[in-house]
């Protein structure tokens, strides 16, 4: 069965880090490119970064790049996603997604993570 | 404000024809990039709707639509269900951004 489980929300302060994991199982990491995308509370949905199957490349969106970054472990069948100097507009819950075709179609989600950054 | 606009909400009654529209630009729909549909219940994740345009994963009833037509998507539900009420968002890749965008997301309400 194709799972994705994500895991490491909080609440934090604003400035500080955490890293999100997305754990996989059910089919082979390498072969896909993965993405997060968020939600925040009672918001529409937004992507923030992908990275690809070989992971060398990544993409962000505007207003994480350079604070954000998305990584994998093929061999651990994790994806992970950093963040670090976190606003409040970070908050948001947090979901890892399967590309299927590495044209941007989210077959699979896991059921998110809910990141809240307040003081 | 999503790049890509969908009106916040649409209504109709059982058995009744739905579509909510996407508009975006040149950058993105109208760029030949494919638009895919999600369909979300509260309180869970997304599900995939409609892929590249116009096709239906396996297990989505053939209700669901999609089409495409320049700078412009829609989703049309016919045969309106009461289990069909939910929010759905658009998508697609845009190239100025290098990135995906979404819809800002529709609420449909089965009266």
């Known amino acids: 069965q194709v799972q994705l489980v994500e895991s490491g929300g909080g609440k934090v302060q604003p400035g500080t880090s955490l890293t999100l994991s997305c754990a996989v199982s059910g089919f082979t990491l390498s072969n896909n490119n993965l993405h997060w995308v968020r939600q925040a509370p009672g918001k529409g949905l937004e992507w923030v970064a992908v990275i690809s199957d070989d992971g060398i490349d990544e993409y962000y969106t505007d207003s994480v790049r350079g604070r954000f970054t998305i990584s994998r472990d093929n061999s651990t069948n994790t994806l992970y996603l950093h963040m670090s100097s976190l606003r409040a507009e970070d908050t948001a819950l947090y979901y890892c997604?399967?590309?299927?075709?590495?044209?941007?179609?989210?077959?699979?989600w896991g059921q998110g993570t809910t990141v809240t950054v307040s003081s | 404000q999503s790049v890509l606009t969908q009106p916040p909400s649409v209504s109709g009654a059982p058995g009744q024809r739905v579509t909510i529209s996407c508009t975006g630009s040149?950058?993105?729909?109208?760029?030949?990039?494919?638009v895919h549909w999600y369909q979300q219940f509260p309180g869970t994740a997304p599900k995939l709707l409609i892929f590249a345009n116009n096709n239906r994963p396996s297990g989505v009833p053939d209700r669901f639509s999609g089409s495409k037509s320049g700078t412009s998507a829609s989703l049309a539900i016919t045969g309106l269900q009461a289990e069909d009420e939910a929010d759905y968002y658009c998508q697609s890749l845009d190239s100025s951004l290098s990135g995906w965008v979404f819809g800002g997301g529709t609420k449909l309400t089965v009266l």
């Open positions: 997604a399967r590309d299927v075709d590495d044209e941007g179609v989210f077959d699979v």
């Open positions: 040149s950058s993105n729909i109208g760029a030949v990039f494919n």
